[in-house]
């Protein structure tokens, strides 16, 4: 006979190792290939939005504080994913402009070379273009450079941001609720709020692998995604639908 309570435990515990472990095989993917083009920017977005959703009702529903905590760090995570495909795509349009600044230089040059029997005049103008190209395209890498440690320190920030922000909301609803006196029945009773939270985040949960789906049916190419992220995450669901089916019978933990 088995155990429904052990049964339930135990897939809790996996399904929380795979949602914890989701992101690293795409991080390294996108690391190693230096791009984060096969991830649709939409995808993204709205998963992040589940999990501020989701967030918002573990805090609002002063769930256990190992829920705030994993609720915390599913939005960190996806805000770091979001930050590395950003600064990946914006790395390759640099690269990109370089090349296409390189080649009038190359031009010119070519040029130069052919014309070295024409007069000091035209020389001259050749070189002090070329002088001047060179220090335009200097100015524009320097300010770049400036943009995407701009970009790094306001990514930073918005991560410490959302993490102190939650961190403190999460101990002021917590202790609200510890000393609040109103105890006949308020555990039982589900505020409607929290409830909208956990919907919307489902919702938005499942709308989430549309935008992906239609990018990889538009590019007729999987390439840059990578196979164990979503793996765990099909695995970190079919985990929870166990431990769903081991709690059927609990008619409130089916509710919330």
Same mark, same amino acid.
């Given at each position: 006979?088995?155990?429904?309570t052990?049964?339930s435990?135990?897939?809790g515990?996996?399904s929380?190792?795979?949602?914890?472990?989701?992101?690293?095989?795409?991080?390294?993917?996108n690391?190693?290939?230096?791009?984060?083009?096969?991830? $649709?920017m *939409?995808? /993204?977005?709205?998963?992040?939005?589940?999990?501020?959703?989701? &967030?918002l009702? #573990?805090?609002?529903q002063?769930?256990l504080?190992?829920m705030?905590?994993?609720?915390?760090?599913?939005t960190?995570?996806?805000?770091?994913?979001?930050?590395?495909?950003?600064?990946?795509r914006?790395?390759s349009?640099?690269?990109?402009?370089?090349?296409?600044e390189?080649i009038?230089?190359l031009?010119?040059?070519s040029?130069?070379?052919?014309?070295?029997?024409t007069?000091?005049y035209t020389?001259?103008?050749?070189?002090?273009?070329s002088n001047?190209?060179f220090i335009?395209?200097?100015?524009?890498?320097k300010?770049q450079? $400036?943009? *995407?440690k /701009?970009?790094n320190?306001?990514?930073?920030i918005?991560i410490v &941001?959302v993490? #102190?922000?939650?961190?403190?909301?999460?101990?002021?609803?917590h202790?609200k609720?510890q000393?609040?006196g109103?105890?006949?029945?308020?555990?039982?009773?589900?505020?409607f709020?929290?409830?909208?939270?956990?919907?919307?985040?489902?919702?938005l949960?499942?709308g989430s692998?549309?935008?992906?789906?239609?990018?990889?049916?538009?590019?007729?190419?999987?390439?840059?995604?990578?196979f164990?992220?979503?793996?765990?995450?099909?695995m970190?669901?079919?985990?929870?639908?166990?431990v769903?089916?081991?709690?059927?019978?609990?008619?409130f933990?089916?509710?919330?």
């Amino acid at each position: 006979m088995i155990n429904h309570t052990f049964a339930s435990s135990v897939a809790g515990y996996l399904s929380i190792v795979c949602w914890l472990i989701v992101f690293t095989p795409q991080l390294w993917e996108n690391y190693r290939r230096k791009s984060g083009d096969g991830l $649709s920017m *939409t995808f /993204l977005v709205v998963w992040l939005a589940g999990d501020v959703f989701n &967030l918002l009702g #573990v805090i609002m529903q002063d769930l256990l504080v190992t829920m705030f905590v994993l609720a915390l760090y599913y939005t960190v995570a996806d805000m770091g994913l979001i930050w590395q495909v950003i600064y990946y795509r914006q790395q390759s349009k640099r690269v990109y402009q370089h090349q296409e600044e390189d080649i009038p230089a190359l031009i010119d040059e070519s040029s130069s070379l052919l014309n070295t029997a024409t007069t000091s005049y035209t020389n001259n103008t050749v070189i002090s273009s070329s002088n001047s190209s060179f220090i335009t395209i200097t100015d524009t890498k320097k300010k770049q450079t $400036s943009g *995407t440690k /701009l970009f790094n320190l306001i990514s930073a920030i918005s991560i410490v &941001l959302v993490t #102190v922000v939650s961190c403190y909301t999460y101990y002021n609803a917590h202790w609200k609720h510890q000393h609040g006196g109103d105890d006949d029945g308020q555990s039982d009773r589900l505020e409607f709020l929290p409830q909208l939270m956990g919907w919307s985040s489902a919702l938005l949960y499942v709308g989430s692998r549309i935008p992906q789906i239609l990018k990889n049916w538009r590019n007729k190419s999987t390439e840059g995604l990578s196979f164990g992220m979503f793996t765990c995450a099909v695995m970190g669901n079919v985990f929870f639908t166990m431990v769903n089916i081991a709690n059927i019978s609990d008619e409130f933990y089916m509710r919330v």
